[in-house]
């Protein structure tokens, strides 16, 4: 794919002559009304760019297309649009474009569309979507282009890259304890979703094996029962760190109205650092940022390196996860205001 | 585009030789390893099911390659994924693939990915975005193929097709009404945003010309805002349309705060139906529906059509928005719980 940057487009002689893309397509195809003198110009552009006007039987001689495929399952968008956006941003440098289509869970969406990018001979696919412990349904493996798997489980000789929940768990904890808080909650998801397990093995690996950790689901109102568990018959805990940004604000809702302050007696923290969630909650909430869009960067650079026959080391490569301190837990003790 | 239902594609092959696709795919390329029996086996369904191997010199044959593009400037996803659901719904029974490429609003990115959309022969761009007074960063006039404009603004002699705007303002007002509200407002986004003077003037028509129209920014904050501004100094209205769902949380979560009931003594009203926010007030929102996989399907069907060759009327389509009634503003007035 370092045939990429050296690549001359449509769009390059459509600059150079001084007209529109679709002037420059209408005048190599020999169709649409324009005088011969801008035809004869985009022609010659062409010429002097080396552009081969017929796409088709160019990819025939290089075998290349310069595009990769993303698969998702994620119908939200709320987990591959940032990574789309990273791979983007990393490969159009490149003159590479990335194409996304959506399998959501039906292995014959799946079936269609990856026989859509085939066919389109993209050059790479990433598949990604909504947890990291499950397969896209797409048959995926032995493809004859490479794959990378960004936030969607693959094979085990797979190149797999993953947020690393345990090191975004663990920050998150010793925030609580850094500011001060010593008596460690921690609210999330189901049981048997991979996340919510690893980041309650390794909240407990800070916090103690004694310090609770309640599994529910991912939503508001689990927040609320949440904090009703905790605070009805006695003082609920000081630090709270929730599986997900959902459970948090439902935490941090219900808080304010029991007259619990926070971040003043209780510090909340919520995971994936989600806009829409984390900038409308009272206060602002902190929260753990998987830093997807990276994680996208990332896996366009591998399928670039893959698809140039460079070695990459096979299996699961975990990127770091940052901590995004706002008001719900500052790095000021309790009943303190924090900025 | 009729081509398409009838087409033999690598996965037919694979299904009748029995064989993962990418053991179909390397059979009929004569690379990797396998026995003669299974490549013999796959040559020959293909041979049965007419299937021509080489895609691209089957393209420049056909000069058909059966794949939609869509581009979006809409990062987040929220309106851009619904779209393509309903476009990949419309057209997926057509072995038509969607493939989404995101430009965000840097016209050098429209260019690149235009160009590779252009490149892989495309049959037909989708352009959408998130809000319809606005163009996307793309030369899409005057195109070889096919452009259909879905939720984004298009040149006037354009396919486009937009949420009828007032009409789900219209049935928001007037369910106030049936429910027997009196004193009515509307709190909603920037002036100058066609969807937000669109949705007030509508609002007036129902409302009376009297009637307060706060216009602010999309947010929650602007939601508790406008609460404050509407209760400070008096009774506030007894039923409430909101330009969006995040304002109408808002002014939910603030009228609770104020120990104002809602829906007993207010019916709030969002738009946008937008599941992590409508779900998750407290009451749940009654909000409007732009039905924007609907219209996603509609696009696809018309592209379709475009592309073979029928006469479709350039223009403004509007699809009806519906109202979906939840709690906040049940079909019963003031003062009587609903449903």
Sequence with gaps: MTVAAERTRLSDVAQRAGVSLATASKALNGTGRMTTETRQRVQHAASELGFRPNTHARALIAQRSFTVGLLTNDSYGRFSMPVMSGVSEALVS?????????????????????????DKQVDGIIATGKRGDRQLPAELAELPIPVVY???????????LMPDDAQGAREATEWLRRSGRRRLAHVTGPEGFAAAEVRAAA????????????????????????????????????????????????????????????????????FDNWGVVVRATRPPMTSVDMNLAELGRQAGRLILALSSGEDVAPGIRHLPCSLVVRESCGGAGPDRMTA
């Design 94 to 118: 490149k003159g590479v474009s990335v194409f996304m289509c959506g399998v959501e869970n039906d292995p014959e969406l799946g079936r269609i569309h990856l026989d859509a990018m085939l």
């Design 150 to 160: 960004a936030f969607s489980k693959g094979p085990d000789d797979a190149v797999t």
């Design 203 to 270: 909240f407990r690996e800070i916090a103690g094996p004694d310090a609770p950790v309640l599994f529910g689901d991912w939503s508001e109102a689990w927040g609320h029962e949440a904090a009703a568990r905790l605070w009805d018959g006695g003082n609920g805990p000081d630090g709270i760190f929730c599986g997900n940004d959902q459970i948090a604000r439902g935490i941090i809702d219900a808080l304010r109205e029991r007259g619990v302050d926070v971040p003043g007696a209780v510090g909340v923290i919520g």
